[in-house]
């Protein structure tokens, strides 16, 4: 059996989309596709003493059909901005002093201007981190054919997918029965149910970056996730 996952790339995701990847044993960024604005692909959410607040990565302007991959950066020092707010808003966590120098280096190491490079970078950081190892690819590595579903189920058969891995959203739109005639099994992947853990900017808020989980329960981060990676035991976080 292989189990194979397709999501766009999120920028500093949340702790669902990690969960996802450790159920997987393929991960496939879908950035061959059309970009959507005031969405996840360049922007996340992190949790302060006045509330949630966003972060976004600033992209140039052009044409509205642009594909999530061509997307670039428009402000070269984003990434520095990035990491002073979450230093001031997290350096009283309890495992910032811990992580805080991965994390740093994972910021001012970030030169790309390509927004799909950007958002790799991040999550193969994080999931070294949390300890998943999870192969991951990009759609445009299999030059699938077909729109919507039909693109899904080619890329599972060109990556060798037995089951594919997917959220609830899904169900609005994916056609099954494509699945099932290419002998490709459907498993919609449940993100209820995540215990709270102790954060720092009460009250507890679920829909934030990863990064909060990480600076608040540190080693402990991959214990609130649901899945670990196919066939590996579970891990402790551990340093880049």
Known sequence: MKRVAIVQSNYIPWKGYFDLIAGVDEFILLDDVQYTDRDWRNRNRIKTATGPRWLSIPLRSGPRSRLISEMTVADPGWNVAHWRILTQTYRRAPCFDEFAPVLERLYLECGSDRLSEVNRHFIEG???????G??????ADYRA????????????????????????AARAYLDEDLFRRAGIGVRWFDYSGYPEYPQL???FDHRVSVLDLILNTGPKAAEHL???????????????
């Open 134 to 139: 999870t192969e991951l690819r990009r759609s």
């Open 145 to 168: 054919a077909g729109t919507k579903t039909e693109r899904l189920v080619d890329l599972c058969r060109k990556a060798g997918a037995t089951e594919y891995v997917t959220g609830p």
């Open 201 to 203: 900017h009460p009250p």
């Open 126 to 132: 994080i999931c070294s981190i949390l300890g998943i």
């Open 226 to 240: 649901k899945t670990t990676p196919p066939g590996a035991p579970r891990r402790a976080p551990a340093r880049l």
